[in-house]
């Protein structure tokens, strides 16, 4: 059995791999082929290309093959290694020989270049060739551990997909040279154990060789967190873990911990830890998560905020913010973050079968996650607003600018569109491993049964360690149609058949071989339990109907406005759907109208669009910050919704989430 689906000591759900899960047709089927034949050969089409990208070149130079100086931000080795993962993803599922040799040489070049203690940092060894005096662990923003985390992560991959253990050795370095740290220089490491990706990374190393030493290291890591350092909100380090009550802070590096933590309590079974990680996770589901999945709402945030005493104030970049406090046009969302919620909904998943955290992994993979790519499958977001609109003072941040990388001046706010290749390029591979790993998350296997979390075109073959067995091949047109129909094609024995009932739908039907079966109530799994016959048919039908949703009276911006979802898509209006004399912020939506689902398509995809009479709203046109209300007659115009994902593949324009209501 794979490392990947052995089961968690102390977690109910087990993964499945691409033998047992994978995307074969429908909506996800389109997704995982456009991930494979564009969007992971496109990345490295950027990453080995010296005038796009210092991403494979930087390991060259650290090599000694080539010479020059270190190009790029400190944490590109990350990056670099998060696609290698990818392609290794896309490997398993759709077997290549020449991208199992160019890996295969790509892992023997990174190997070359580590250091015999396990170090390895590129920055740092490209100074070092050119006589710089240069000291590891100088400065936490280098991002040595985020990158060694990476490095385990890919390793790991790379031999349970190939058998090659290349790699592998080098991830075991890594965290040998980890594990130093944390015995001999703890507070070197606290310090420098920011963007948490090795807290996972070592549980991917002990779950796939079964060395106690790399559960041991898990646990010393929050150990040296909580005794050594003295950091701020910045990293969730203020506090030791287990008296964080709320989540504050840098989105990613928050979401990565918490990941990692909810990993090492699968192992370990610590049960008070699990119970902060479930308080945290619903303080961000119930109080800072966008309506499309979206984590971390401002550019930079203050925490604690409006503390009296200044010293106890830290500066964060990409924060968490308040309870509520989710603005649109400036609304950060890095796309990494969102992945992030992904990575640690999915663990807490594996805790308790509870749908859930299965229903925050939908609310992100089908809005924020897929708006975060071109619909092309190789253009990217890094942050992902809920409004752009024309004409802003000021300039919203670009990605990599943190003060520690250059990188070219902003294009005007109003053009805001997805490019091929970011200064920062932290998001694109993770986009990429999110997707060409997406297969991971269509189901998971208990001892109770098989759970089937997201639908969109999976074949689902597993069997228990009893020997009951159940094949499952799904045809459906979800997320545009709620009817999703299961036909069993191998069976042996009565593994019980647990399917997930959205919280967003109401008024399920299900039918098992033509007869009825009672659902459970929304945002729980329906269990349907019978001795399997090839040929049964099991028929989900989840009622799609347009909702209007408002927001809690604290979301200031939200007063008055409503969203408007489908099904699991959030829509939004792009002025391209306008009429040619009405402007974004004259739109309105009535209160009841009606809004019609049509079949369209967005540059070559197909999508669901909503027709609906928006209200258009009076607007002076001298631009004043304050001015009466015109008393102009609202009148009706014809406008289309689209979903949230699609916005931004028709060339620069203003769009929004969250519309006006009037009745």
């Known amino acids: 059995m794979p490392a990947t689906t052995a089961p968690r000591a102390h977690a109910p759900l087990r993964p499945l791999d691409a033998e047992q899960a994978r995307w074969a047709r429908g909506f996800w089927g389109d997704v995982h082929a456009r991930t494979r034949d564009v969007t992971v050969e496109s990345i490295w089409d950027s990453l080995s290309d010296p005038q796009v990208s210092p991403g494979l070149r930087n390991f060259h130079l650290a090599a000694g093959t080539e010479t020059g100086s270190h190009v790029g931000p400190p944490f590109m080795d990350g990056d670099f290694y998060k696609w290698f993962e990818a392609a290794v993803d896309r490997l398993e599922t759709d077997p290549d020989a020449e991208l199992a040799a160019r890996l295969q040489h790509i892992a023997e070049l990174i190997a070359s270049v580590q250091r015999d203690d396990g170090y390895l940092h590129t920055p740092t060894f490209i100074s070092e060739r050119g006589g710089e005096d240069v000291r590891a662990l100088a400065d936490r923003f280098n991002f040595e551990t985020y990158n060694l985390g990476h490095l385990i992560t890919a390793g790991v991959r790379h031999w349970q997909v190939t058998g090659s253990e290349t790699l592998l050795d080098a991830a075991k370095k890594a965290a040998v040279f980890l594990e130093s740290l944390a015995t001999e220089k703890p507070v070197e490491l606290a310090r420098s154990a920011i963007c948490p990706s090795h807290y996972m990374a070592v549980i991917d190393l002990y779950r796939a060789t079964s060395d106690e030493r790399w559960l041991r290291l898990a646990e010393a890591f929050v150990r040296v967190r909580d005794e050594f350092d003295e950091g701020g909100d910045d990293n969730q380090d203020r506090l030791p873990v287990r008296e964080q009550t709320v989540v504050a802070g840098h989105a990613v590096r928050a979401n990565y911990l918490y990941a990692g933590l909810a990993d090492l309590v699968a192992e370990t079974g610590d049960d008070e830890l699990r119970v902060v990680l479930e308080r945290l996770w619903r303080d961000v589901v119930d109080t800072k998560l966008y309506i499309t999945g979206g984590c971390g709402a401002l550019y930079d945030g203050a925490s604690p905020d409006g503390n009296p005493w200044q010293g106890e104030i830290s500066r964060v970049h990409q924060a968490y913010g308040r309870a509520y406090q989710l603005p649109h046009t400036t609304a950060h969302a890095e796309s990494c973050a969102n ?301 289309r919704l689209i979903p949230y994902f699609a916005w931004g593949n028709r060339g620069a324009g203003e769009m929004s989430v969250w519309l006006p209501v009037v009745w």
């Open 339 to 639: 992945i992030g919620m992904i990575f640690w909904s999915e663990r807490m998943l594996a805790l308790a079968p509870d749908a859930r955290y299965a229903d925050v992994i939908e609310q992100v993979a089908y809005n924020s996650l897929l708006g975060s790519i071109s619909l092309r499958g190789s253009e990217y977001f890094y942050t992902n607003a809920l409004r752009q609109v024309r004409g802003l003072p000021f300039d919203l941040r670009r990605p990599g600018d943190t003060g520690q990388v250059d990188v070219p001046a902003p294009p005007p706010s109003d053009e805001r569109l997805r490019e091929r290749y970011l200064s920062c390029f932290c998001c694109p591979p993770n986009i990429a491993r999110a997707l060409a790993s997406f297969h991971q998350r269509a189901a998971s296997l208990s001892a109770d049964g098989l759970y089937v979390h997201l639908y969109g075109g999976s074949d689902i073959d597993v069997a228990d360690d009893a020997g009951n067995a159940l094949a499952l091949s799904e045809t459906s047109d979800y997320p545009w149609d709620g009817t999703i129909v299961f036909t069993v094609t191998a069976a042996t024995g009565a593994l019980p058949l647990h399917l997930r009932i959205p919280g967003w739908s109401s008024g399920a039907v299900l039918t098992v071989a033509g007869e009825r079966v009672e659902v459970a109530e929304p945002g729980t799994y329906t269990r349907i339990e019978r001795d399997w016959q090839v040929g049964d048919v099991v028929e989900l039908v989840l009622p799609m109907p347009v909702r209007m949703l408002r927001g809690h009276r604290l979301a200031e911006e939200l007063t008055n406005q409503v969203a408007v979802q489908r099904g699991p898509l959030v829509y939004c209006l792009e002025s391209a759907d306008l009429p040619d004399d009405v402007r974004l912020e004259q739109a309105a939506l009535r209160r009841g109208a009606a809004l019609h689902p049509v079949e369209a398509e967005i540059d070559g995809t197909r999508v669901v669009a909503l027709e609906t009479k928006i209200a258009v709203l009076p607007v002076d046109s001298d631009d004043a910050l304050y001015a009466d209300v015109a008393e102009t007659p609202l009148r009706p115009a014809a406008a």
